[in-house]
Protein backbone atom coordinates (compact mmCIF):
# COMPACT_ATOMS: atom_id res chain seq x y z
CA UNK A 1 0.00 0.00 0.00
CA UNK A 2 3.20 2.21 0.24
CA UNK A 3 3.72 2.72 -3.48
CA UNK A 4 -0.10 3.79 -3.08
CA UNK A 5 -0.38 6.00 -0.76
CA UNK A 6 3.05 7.96 -2.62
CA UNK A 7 1.96 7.83 -6.10
CA UNK A 8 -1.24 9.35 -4.50
CA UNK A 9 0.78 12.17 -2.97
CA UNK A 10 2.62 12.44 -5.60
CA UNK A 11 -0.63 12.83 -8.51
CA UNK A 12 -2.65 14.51 -6.54
CA UNK A 13 -0.14 16.96 -4.85
CA UNK A 14 1.16 17.78 -8.24
CA UNK A 15 -2.59 18.39 -8.99
CA UNK A 16 -3.35 20.30 -6.25
CA UNK A 17 0.04 22.72 -6.75
CA UNK A 18 -1.84 24.16 -9.86
CA UNK A 19 -4.10 25.34 -8.22
CA UNK A 20 -1.98 28.07 -6.25
CA UNK A 21 -1.62 30.39 -9.11
CA UNK A 22 1.14 32.68 -7.11
CA UNK A 23 3.74 29.55 -6.66
CA UNK A 24 2.36 27.78 -10.09
CA UNK A 25 3.03 31.08 -11.78
CA UNK A 26 6.64 31.93 -10.12
CA UNK A 27 7.37 28.58 -11.45
CA UNK A 28 6.37 28.62 -14.64
CA UNK A 29 8.06 31.85 -15.05
CA UNK A 30 11.40 30.66 -14.07
CA UNK A 31 11.34 27.77 -16.06
CA UNK A 32 9.09 28.97 -18.97
CA UNK A 33 5.59 27.56 -20.17
CA UNK A 34 6.10 24.56 -21.63
CA UNK A 35 9.07 23.42 -19.71
CA UNK A 36 6.91 23.67 -16.58
CA UNK A 37 4.29 22.01 -18.27
CA UNK A 38 6.39 19.32 -19.20
CA UNK A 39 8.01 19.22 -15.55
CA UNK A 40 4.30 18.92 -14.49
CA UNK A 41 3.72 16.24 -16.96
CA UNK A 42 6.37 13.91 -15.81
CA UNK A 43 5.81 14.52 -12.41
CA UNK A 44 2.05 13.44 -12.45
CA UNK A 45 2.61 10.62 -14.95
CA UNK A 46 5.39 9.12 -12.52
CA UNK A 47 2.55 9.37 -9.39
CA UNK A 48 -0.26 7.85 -11.79
CA UNK A 49 1.68 5.14 -12.52
CA UNK A 50 2.86 4.66 -9.07
CA UNK A 51 -0.77 4.89 -8.05
CA UNK A 52 -1.76 2.30 -10.63
CA UNK A 53 1.06 -0.10 -9.62
CA UNK A 54 0.90 0.57 -5.88
CA UNK A 55 -3.20 -0.44 -6.05
CA UNK A 56 -2.99 -3.51 -8.55
CA UNK A 57 -0.08 -4.61 -5.72
CA UNK A 58 -2.33 -4.01 -2.95
CA UNK A 59 -4.77 -5.78 -4.62
CA UNK A 60 -2.91 -9.03 -5.22
CA UNK A 61 -1.57 -8.71 -1.57
CA UNK A 62 -5.28 -9.67 -0.55
CA UNK A 63 -7.96 -6.38 0.17
CA UNK A 64 -8.41 -5.22 3.80
CA UNK A 65 -12.46 -4.98 4.43
CA UNK A 66 -13.89 -2.04 6.44
CA UNK A 67 -17.35 -2.75 5.12
CA UNK A 68 -19.77 -4.87 2.81
CA UNK A 69 -21.32 -2.61 0.32
CA UNK A 70 -25.02 -3.83 -0.38
CA UNK A 71 -25.57 -4.49 -3.51
CA UNK A 72 -28.43 -2.22 -4.25
CA UNK A 73 -25.45 0.91 -4.46
CA UNK A 74 -23.88 -0.91 -7.32
CA UNK A 75 -27.27 0.04 -9.51
CA UNK A 76 -26.42 3.62 -8.53
CA UNK A 77 -22.67 3.15 -9.17
CA UNK A 78 -23.66 2.11 -12.44
CA UNK A 79 -25.97 5.06 -13.13
CA UNK A 80 -23.55 7.53 -11.65
CA UNK A 81 -21.23 6.73 -14.33
CA UNK A 82 -23.20 8.28 -17.32
CA UNK A 83 -23.06 11.82 -16.42
CA UNK A 84 -19.80 11.23 -15.32
CA UNK A 85 -19.01 9.77 -19.32
CA UNK A 86 -20.63 12.73 -20.31
CA UNK A 87 -19.16 15.59 -18.68
CA UNK A 88 -15.60 14.10 -19.53
CA UNK A 89 -16.51 14.31 -23.26
CA UNK A 90 -17.98 17.73 -21.76
CA UNK A 91 -14.76 18.85 -20.99
CA UNK A 92 -13.47 18.84 -24.31
CA UNK A 93 -16.85 19.96 -26.51
CA UNK A 94 -17.78 23.50 -25.95
CA UNK A 95 -21.96 24.19 -25.26
CA UNK A 96 -24.19 24.49 -22.62
CA UNK A 97 -23.34 21.20 -20.55
CA UNK A 98 -20.08 22.47 -20.10
CA UNK A 99 -21.24 26.24 -19.44
CA UNK A 100 -23.59 24.61 -17.14
CA UNK A 101 -21.27 22.92 -14.99
CA UNK A 102 -18.67 25.01 -15.28
CA UNK A 103 -15.82 22.70 -14.57
CA UNK A 104 -16.77 18.97 -16.11
CA UNK A 105 -14.19 17.72 -15.46
CA UNK A 106 -14.12 18.05 -11.79
CA UNK A 107 -17.64 17.25 -11.92
CA UNK A 108 -16.45 13.97 -13.63
CA UNK A 109 -14.09 13.18 -10.92
CA UNK A 110 -16.33 14.18 -7.92
CA UNK A 111 -19.42 11.97 -9.05
CA UNK A 112 -16.53 9.07 -10.19
CA UNK A 113 -15.38 8.95 -7.07
CA UNK A 114 -18.42 8.91 -5.36
CA UNK A 115 -19.68 6.04 -7.05
CA UNK A 116 -16.46 3.93 -6.85
CA UNK A 117 -16.82 4.49 -3.29
CA UNK A 118 -20.15 3.23 -2.84
CA UNK A 119 -19.58 -0.37 -4.19
CA UNK A 120 -15.56 -0.54 -2.75
CA UNK A 121 -15.49 -1.42 1.07
CA UNK A 122 -11.78 -1.93 1.17
CA UNK A 123 -9.42 -0.29 2.49
CA UNK A 124 -6.95 0.55 -0.31
CA UNK A 125 -10.15 1.67 -2.70
CA UNK A 126 -11.42 4.17 0.19
CA UNK A 127 -7.72 5.59 0.09
CA UNK A 128 -7.97 5.32 -3.52
CA UNK A 129 -11.36 6.78 -4.52
CA UNK A 130 -11.75 9.08 -1.22
CA UNK A 131 -8.35 11.17 -2.25
CA UNK A 132 -9.31 11.62 -5.62
CA UNK A 133 -13.00 12.79 -4.22
CA UNK A 134 -11.34 15.13 -1.40
CA UNK A 135 -8.94 16.50 -4.40
CA UNK A 136 -11.57 17.41 -7.04
CA UNK A 137 -13.98 19.16 -4.29
CA UNK A 138 -10.48 20.89 -2.93
CA UNK A 139 -9.98 22.04 -6.54
CA UNK A 140 -13.70 23.28 -7.27
CA UNK A 141 -13.39 25.21 -3.98
CA UNK A 142 -10.44 26.71 -4.87
CA UNK A 143 -11.76 28.01 -8.45
CA UNK A 144 -14.17 29.73 -6.68
CA UNK A 145 -17.61 31.31 -7.77
CA UNK A 146 -17.57 31.62 -11.90
CA UNK A 147 -20.08 33.17 -13.64
CA UNK A 148 -22.68 31.26 -15.33
CA UNK A 149 -23.20 31.71 -18.97
CA UNK A 150 -26.27 30.92 -20.62
CA UNK A 151 -25.11 28.70 -23.80
CA UNK A 152 -27.62 27.18 -26.54
CA UNK A 153 -27.63 23.66 -26.72
CA UNK A 154 -25.55 23.07 -29.49
CA UNK A 155 -23.25 20.15 -31.56
CA UNK A 156 -20.92 20.08 -28.31
CA UNK A 157 -23.55 19.23 -26.67
CA UNK A 158 -24.46 16.13 -28.97
CA UNK A 159 -21.10 15.03 -29.10
CA UNK A 160 -20.62 15.07 -25.08
CA UNK A 161 -24.13 13.16 -24.71
CA UNK A 162 -23.47 10.42 -27.52
CA UNK A 163 -19.63 10.08 -26.80
CA UNK A 164 -20.31 9.64 -22.97
CA UNK A 165 -23.18 7.51 -23.53
CA UNK A 166 -20.77 5.21 -25.74
CA UNK A 167 -18.04 5.20 -23.53
CA UNK A 168 -20.35 4.44 -20.76
CA UNK A 169 -21.93 1.44 -22.46
CA UNK A 170 -18.12 0.24 -23.82
CA UNK A 171 -17.10 -0.14 -19.83
CA UNK A 172 -20.21 -2.30 -19.17
CA UNK A 173 -19.59 -4.08 -22.32
CA UNK A 174 -16.11 -5.36 -21.15
CA UNK A 175 -13.91 -2.32 -21.68
CA UNK A 176 -13.57 -1.78 -17.68
CA UNK A 177 -12.95 -5.30 -17.17
CA UNK A 178 -10.16 -5.00 -20.20
CA UNK A 179 -8.96 -2.12 -18.70
CA UNK A 180 -8.70 -2.04 -15.29
CA UNK A 181 -9.44 -5.74 -14.41
CA UNK A 182 -12.67 -5.65 -12.82
CA UNK A 183 -16.39 -6.57 -14.23
CA UNK A 184 -18.66 -3.55 -13.63
CA UNK A 185 -21.51 -6.44 -12.82
CA UNK A 186 -18.68 -8.09 -10.44
Same mark, same amino acid.
Given at each position: ?16 ? %?R ?7 ? &????? &? ?14 ? %? ?14 ? +?V =?? +???? !????? !???? !? +? ?17 ? %? ?8 ? =? ?5 ? %???? !? ?6 G ?16 E???? +?????? =? ?5 G &?A ?20
Amino acid at each position: MTLLILGLIIFLGSHAF %VRFRGPRDQM &ATKLG &AQPYRGVFSLISLAGF %VLLIYGYGQYRAAGMI +PV =WN +PPMF !LSHIS !LLLM !L +PVMIFLVAAYSPGKIKAAV %VHPMLAAVKI =WALAHLL %VNGD !LGSILLFGSFFAWALFARIRLGKAERVSV +PMGTGD =WIAIGGG &AAVWIAFIAGLHKMLIGVSVFG
